[in-house]
């Protein structure tokens, strides 16, 4: 008797469980497909680096795609920071990597990742901010800041210090204005959008550009391009100066 009444208490638990377990949630669509998309990727990685001996620097692009991909699922903030610190990790380590080999097997991964931190620029962070999501908002400037530093840097090295490009000492001005371009214009724009995350990202354009220039154009430049860079520099950053947004008032 006592073990009928003990095998109706497990049955009748068993069926109250059935509808918990059938009324949960699901896992997305996205992270199922996508993990399986993700995990085959990795796995095609692997054997191709053993067994068709292609070179390891093409992981670079495929990590690279898999933070693009990622980063760009706003739906789910885990995925979407997990994405941005892959990206900053892949300008990181391919930066070092294609400083230390020179490798052109590394630019297409550091280009990859350039495009993933200008994606989120243009379709992540409105939506982050929308949200207000400022450790997802500032985590992605922060990949915008490396992936495009890193691939600017890299892509100018390759194609124009390289000797692919005709050796002229004026390219050397290339880099120095493009960064300090786009740090002023994001200076300029963080002032009207109130965006501290973007202001900070400007000004590491900035400094780099103005390292650059101190460090490496006055020295390695003569003569009227020296000249040269310095005023185009300095009006830029005027010109970013008068554009700027003047601080509101705190109100008492």
């Excluded at 990590?63 to 892959?86: E, F, H, M, P, W």
């Excluded at 294609?98 to 630019?107: F, I, P, Q």
């Excluded at 960064?179 to 002032?191: E, F, H, K, Y």
Aim: glycine fraction near 14%; include cysteine; aromatic fraction near 6%.
């Amino acid at each position: 008797m006592t073990k009928q009444v003990e095998t109706q208490g497990v049955a009748n638990s068993k069926a109250q469980e059935l509808p918990e377990l059938l009324s949960a949630k699901p896992m997305s669509d996205r992270t199922l497909l996508g993990g399986a998309g993700l995990a085959l990727l990795v796995l095609g990685g692997i054997f191709g680096w053993r067994e068709l001996q292609v070179d390891p620097a093409y992981l670079l692009t495929i990590a690279a795609a898999g933070g693009a991909l990622a980063s760009g699922i706003d739906r789910d903030r885990t995925a979407t920071r997990t994405g941005l610190l892959g990206l900053v990790l892949c300008a990181g380590l391919g930066g070092a990597w294609y400083a230390a080999v020179r490798s052109a097997a590394l630019l297409p991964g550091l280009l990859v990742a350039l495009a993933g931190g200008v994606l989120f620029l243009l379709r992540g962070y409105p939506r982050a901010r929308q949200r207000g999501e400022g450790s997802t908002v500032a985590l992605g400037f922060g990949a915008l800041v490396a992936t495009t530093l890193t691939a600017s840097w890299a892509g100018y090295f390759h194609f124009l210090t390289a000797g692919l490009a005709p050796d002229e000492v004026a390219r050397r001005l290339v880099l120095t204005l493009l960064w300090v371009v786009i740090g002023v214009a994001l200076v300029v724009r963080s002032g009207k959008l109130r965006e501290l995350a973007m202001r900070y990202a400007g000004y590491v354009f900035v400094v780099a550009a103005t390292a650059k220039a101190l460090l490496y154009d006055t020295t390695h430049l003569g003569g009227g391009l020296r000249v040269l860079v310095l005023l185009a520099a300095g009006a830029c950053l005027l010109g970013g100066a008068l554009l700027a947004t003047r601080p509101r008032p705190e109100t008492k």
